[in-house]
T-cell receptor
Framework: NAGVMQNPRHLVRRRGQEARLRCSPM?????VYWYRQLPEEGLKFMVY????????ESGMPKERFSAEFPKEGPSILRIQQVVRGDSAAYFC????????????FGQGTRLTVV | SQQGEEDPQALSIQEGENATMNCSYK?????LQWYRQNSGRGLVHLIL?????REKHSGRLRVTLDTSKKSSSLLITASRAADTASYFC???????????FGQGTRLTINP
């Protein structure tokens, strides 16, 4: 039973490019959560999605960031026109039902903007 | 604003000693969890304590929760070099699905 799978594990983008981060939840999980971890800091909630719905995006920056969780396929966190300040580790977690407290975390994608 | 505050920010002890880390939070919570993160890796869930619990044990880990002081502590007994990692507390509120993490404590166990 594979855990939460994130890819790529490491991503390097030049300023102004787009970054696409993928998250495949655990089998049977239909709820996905994205968190961002800046260097030397704790994780900060970004967005909570169910299949085809954004439930809570209170932690998402207003511009350049978007997230989706389609009916089929992984959840995608998209960052347009990346800037150096976007360099961080992005973690995805998944749960079955609205049980974000008991979500399982992936290994993260480390984004470096050069 | 960030809910959890942890102290110390960094802790360095000798192998075999006990390590204590503290977490304080600002608002009422439903649960509090502790996670470990090895350098550059993902999160490992350690233990969850509910707001109506005061103490919980898991192997060499002991967690306490004082809701009147809005604080929790994580005690690791008989530390090992492999315990070297960052430790984060995370809280959640009733009805909310997101976790709010503290800044973490970087623990170094010296052999």
């Amino acid at each position: 039973n594979a855990g939460v799978m994130q890819n790529p594990r490491h991503l390097v983008r030049r300023r102004g490019q787009e970054a696409r981060l993928r998250c495949s939840p655990m089998k049977g999980h239909s709820h996905v959560y994205w968190y961002r971890q800046l260097p030397e800091e704790g994780l900060k909630f970004m967005v909570y999605l169910q299949k085809e719905n954004i439930i809570d995006e209170s932690g998402m920056p207003k511009e350049r960031f978007s997230a989706e969780f389609p009916k089929e396929g992984p959840s995608i966190l998209r960052i347009q026109q990346v800037v150096r300040g976007d360099s961080a580790a992005y973690f995805c977690a998944s749960s079955w039902g609205d049980r974000g407290v008991e979500a399982f975390f992936g290994q993260g994608t480390r984004l470096t903007v050069v | 604003s960030q809910q959890g505050e942890e102290d110390p920010q960094a802790l360095s002890i000798q192998e075999g000693e006990n390590a204590t880390m503290n977490c304080s939070y600002k608002t009422s919570i439903n649960n509090l969890q502790w996670y470990r993160q090895n350098s550059g890796r993902g999160l490992v869930h350690l233990i969850l304590i509910r707001s109506n619990e005061r103490e919980k044990h898991s192997g060499r880990l002991r967690v306490t929760l004082d809701t009147s002081k809005k604080s929790s502590s994580l005690l690791i007994t008989a530390s090992r070099a492999a315990d070297t990692a960052s430790y984060f507390c995370a809280t959640d509120r009733q009805g909310a699905q997101k976790l709010v993490f503290g800044q973490g404590t970087r623990l170094t166990i010296n052999p």
